[in-house]
């Protein structure tokens, strides 16, 4: 029975994956839940040292990185298992790795390498710092890349000491990026013909996550700060108590602040002199803030949401995760997609954030068996069954 596809939509590229831990199977697996041909390409057992990679094969968070993809088994350390994985490269439209950058080299699978296999061949390439420069040598762990891209530096309460992200946001982001980077090679391959070499790292994925806040530095030589849950600049934006939690509130720009008074039973604030415009309201931020404070802790947190709805002020729960996936809207929208495992059993997976009309994705596969598919692939790519037999005689696969 033929491999399901979780989508249609990049069913005709096939995905070559040495990656590991995170950032590179976040790539990934983007590209195959939009239905490319992803073949997982592992260490044989006989070659590990104790726990693969990415901890343990069934914790949730290697079952939610994996889905969708076939894996098989092959030694690239190895003279027959580097020739068989050219003969994969030679038949595939992207490899996607996440090594140190001298590991390809000593590997024999760099770009230059792979290019005289298959000119089309696509390869990305994920690491810590970026693929030369004096950081290249250096392991990337995401944390690393919170503090030295400057994200720990703003956030947190003021005066708290630095802060790091409760997911691993430098991780998540390059993998997103690499996987926008191949798919804009793809497009730009059916112009010119030719692959070419993709790379991010995590550092870079995290600067350009700053976003405005790096802008302000680089255009105004502004150097942000911890602001807690104040929004750096538009005030107020922010987490206000109520009777039975907090809530989110943000009342950007003056005739939503004026809402806002209104709503609270404040209307005086609108003439106060401190509290005139925003950038009086950003220099008073301690003010207002305690202003609004005084009123919103006596009604709960869901009169509150459903007033605020009604006046047009933007506001919202502060939900723990359970609390997410229970929510009205969050369940609309699927995001929770469930899968059956070869036993029988209901897995649950987080889905895609983005919707395609006529080609959409599904969790179509559960996270596949080390080399459970290793034969299956090498027959599908032209290998006999002679062949196949030698790649196990010789301990390749």
């Known amino acids: 029975m033929p491999f399901p596809r979780a989508s249609s939509a990049l069913s005709r590229f096939t995905v070559l994956d040495l990656t590991r831990v995170r950032s590179g199977p976040t790539c990934v697996r983007q590209l195959a839940d939009w239905g490319a041909n992803v073949i997982k390409i592992e260490t044989p057992p006989h070659l590990e040292k104790g726990e693969g990679p990415g901890g343990p094969r069934d914790n949730a968070d290697f079952q939610n990185l994996h889905r969708n993809k076939r894996s098989i088994t092959l030694d690239l350390k190895s003279p027959v298992g580097l020739a068989a994985f050219k003969r ?51 392991p990337g762990f995401d944390q690393i890349a919170q503090g030295m891209g400057g994200l720990m530096s703003i956030t947190g309460l003021p005066g708290q000491g630095p802060v790091r992200v409760g997911i691993p946001v430098a991780d998540l982001c390059a993998g997103l ?33 700053l976003d405005f806040q790096a802008a302000r530095w680089l255009q105004m030589g502004e150097v942000a700060k911890q602001a807690g849950n104040d929004h750096p600049t538009t005030i107020p934006t922010g987490v206000f108590k109520t009777a039975d939690g907090y809530i989110n509130i943000a009342a950007a720009g003056q005739a939503i602040w004026e809402r806002l008074c209104h709503a609270i039973g404040a209307p005086e604030l609108i003439d106060n002199p401190d509290y005139k415009s925003n950038s009086l309201r950003s220099k008073n931020r301690k003010a207002v803030n305690a202003a609004i ?35 009205p809207q969050v369940k609309h929208l699927g995001i929770a997609q469930d899968a059956s495992k070869p036993n029988g059993e209901t897995q649950t997976f987080v889905g895609q954030p983005f919707a395609l009309s006529r080609t959409p994705s599904k969790i179509a596969a559960t996270p596949p068996a080390q080399g459970e598919h290793t034969d299956e692939v090498f027959k599908e790519f032209g290998f006999t069954d002679n062949e196949i037999a030698e790649l196990h005689t010789a301990k390749a696969v």
């Open 88 to 138: 994969l490269v030679a038949k595939a439209d992207v490899v996607v790795e996440n090594f140190r950058p001298d590991v390809k080299g000593r590997l024999g699978i760099n770009y230059e390498a792979l290019k005289k296999v298959n000119k089309r061949i696509i390869l990305a390439s994920i690491s810590g710092f970026g693929q030369d420069g004096p950081y290249r040598d250096r």
């Open 177 to 209: 990026f690499a996987a926008l980077g191949i798919q804009t090679a793809l497009l730009e391959r059916e112009v010119s013909g030719e692959g070419q070499w993709v790379n991010t790292s995590l550092l870079q994925a995290q600067i350009f996550m």
């Open 293 to 327: 404070e005084a009123k919103t802790p006596a009604k709960t947190s869901a009169e509150w949401i459903d007033l605020f709805e009604k006046a047009g002020v933007p506001s919202g729960p502060i939900y723990n995760i359970d609390q997410v996936f229970a929510d």
